[in-house]
């Protein structure tokens, strides 16, 4: 690490600071203003006849983006946070240090600049450096300006050097941050308690998934982690309290696309005294707080559809077959048939699928991708529902909704199962399931039982996929894409060999 040549000569560089006794590393950094207040605050001075104000004087930080030298002076441009602000530099003001500043400054390097604001020739708000130092001396060559880093890939797997260089990038990660902000604060301004529930699980459940394993060495025990908080924050309801939320993260050991990661962060909240009808007017006006507190249209555009948000429509599972999937009512309805349709659209299906497994393969592959604007789809079938309360009219449907945006999954919600008697055999069922082959069905959680027996409040919860809902807020394709650091397949770096000529040019 460290051999190529481009990096040899910024370490030469690094080291001829120190010969000077001048850090490269420093740790006396002073930053009193951030690029965008700077540039804020004297916008105005390009309106005067004399267009700078040496009376007010401060200091700045951060990365050099752009470098032209010229003699006795040199304009850089530099970006923090906030943005990107410019720079003059003379050996009249800086002296001998203008001489070493020039000889050993690089675009990448991170600098501190001290001095006052004005507006040059050419009508662009700078800081007229007064002191200057190179706080950080970076050693690695960033990507040239022109192509940037355009390996989706190495963008992915070295997410420091996208954010750098790919200033789209980092404003992605500034939206999904607000989105969990606000989204706190919604239910906090609704009533809801957060709370915080193990990750490490003695029994995996809450959902339908493969776990991840691991081992526990002062209890010698194996300990799952956690694909659903569900049955803690449920086991609170039983406990007495009312509201309560957590956004929490998941980890669920399956395939890999752009809308599945085997980490991701979601929020699940449960609602006493309430069914799966009031979660449907609650999560709508979910939305149209995060859309007012983004400052985003009603409309938005996600890829090539266009997402009206005052379009919100229910439909039930098996109108929403027939209708959108364009699946005969004879064919829905009778297990032969269905069976039948699947293998004829090369479905690959297996004997131990039960009638509502084969509806869900159904839906999967002709309903979901339909789904553009918001859609909640309800009355899901009992056997793929193993936490749902059962409707009272028709057993073997559940009170459940799920919430579709943009052809994708977003929301599972639904009116929580509070019988323990009817749960225990649920728990049964799915372990019959796990026996004859399906790794994603459900174990048995007789502590969860035994919490029932005490009595559940009527109650209704719901999950919500974030990173889903920062790929549709922020129109990104891929959930790598919303995902700081995504799991990547591993493999051998050779970093020397990343550093090109045309980089360096």
């Known amino acids: 690490m460290f051999e190529n040549q481009y990096i040899k000569q910024r370490i030469q560089k690094a080291q001829d ?22 540039i804020q605050n004297f916008e105005h001075l390009k309106t005067l006849e004399e267009p700078k104000d040496p009376s007010k004087k401060y200091s700045v930080a951060g990365r050099v983006k752009f470098l032209r030298l010229m003699g006795k002076a040199c304009f850089i441009k530099i970006e923090d946070q906030s943005g990107i602000l410019q720079a003059y530099l003379s050996q009249n003001d800086l002296g001998e240090d203008f001489i070493l500043i020039k000889k050993n400054l690089e675009v990448g390097d991170i600098v501190n600049v001290y001095g006052y604001p004005f507006v040059t020739k050419t009508g662009e708000l700078s800081i007229h450096t007064l002191e200057f130092k190179i706080l950080t001396k970076s050693i690695i060559p960033l990507p040239e300006k022109f192509h940037g880093l355009t390996d989706i890939e190495l963008r992915y797997r070295q997410r420091y050097l996208d954010l750098i260089v790919n200033p789209n990038v980092k404003e992605i990660f500034k939206i999904r941050s607000l989105i969990i902000s606000n989204i706190r604060k919604f239910f906090e301004e609704e009533g809801f308690l957060e709370v915080e529930t193990p990750m490490l699980h003695p029994i995996p459940g809450g959902a339908n998934a493969k776990p991840f394993i691991t081992h526990h060495n002062a209890l010698d025990v194996e300990r799952y982690l ?5 049955l803690y924050l449920k086991r609170l309801i039983v406990g007495g309290f009312e509201a309560v939320f957590e956004i929490n993260r998941n980890f669920r050991n399956e395939g890999m696309d752009h809308s599945h990661n085997p980490e991701f962060t979601m929020i699940e909240f449960y609602w006493a005294y309430k069914t799966y009808e009031d979660l449907i007017g609650l999560t709508q006006k979910l939305f149209a707080y995060l859309l007012e507190k983004l400052n985003l249209p009603k409309k938005i555009q996600h890829g090539q559809h266009q ?68 859609t909640f789809i309800t009355q899901y079938p009992i056997d793929i529902s193993p936490l749902a309360r059962r409707n009272d009219t028709d057993p073997q449907i559940a009170d459940r909704f799920e919430l579709f945006i943009g052809g994708k999954e977003i929301a599972n919600g639904f009116s929580e199962l ?38 559940m409040a009527p109650t209704a ?28 397949k591993p493999i051998k770096m050779n970093y020397d060999d990343s550093i090109t000529q045309e980089e360096k040019e």
């Open 307 to 374: 997402i009206d948000f005052e379009d919100f429509k229910i439909i039930p599972y098996k109108k929403a077959l027939e209708e959108i999937g364009g699946i005969s009512k004879e064919v829905i309805e009778n297990e032969t048939k269905l069976k039948a349709f699947l293998q004829s659209h090369q479905i690959k299906i297996d004997p131990t699928m039960t009638y509502g497994k084969l509806l869900s393969e159904a839906f999967d592959e002709f309903v979901e991708p339909k789904l553009i604007n918001p």
């Open 418 to 455: 509070n019988d323990p008697l009817d749960q225990l055999e649920r728990f049964k069922a799915q372990v019959k399931a796990k026996d004859a082959g399906d790794e994603e069905a459900q174990y048995m959680d007789e502590d969860y039982v035994w919490a029932l027996g005490y009595g």
């Open 461 to 488: 919860g719901e999950g919500i996929g974030i990173d889903r809902l920062v790929m549709l807020l922020t129109d990104s394709k891929t959930i790598k894409d919303v995902i700081l650091f995504p799991a990547m």
């Open 17 to 38: 600071l120190k010969q000077e006794n001048k850090n490269p590393y420093r740790n006396d950094a002073k930053k009193t203003i951030s690029n965008a207040v700077f």
């Open 226 to 230: 956690r694909i659903a908080p569900e």
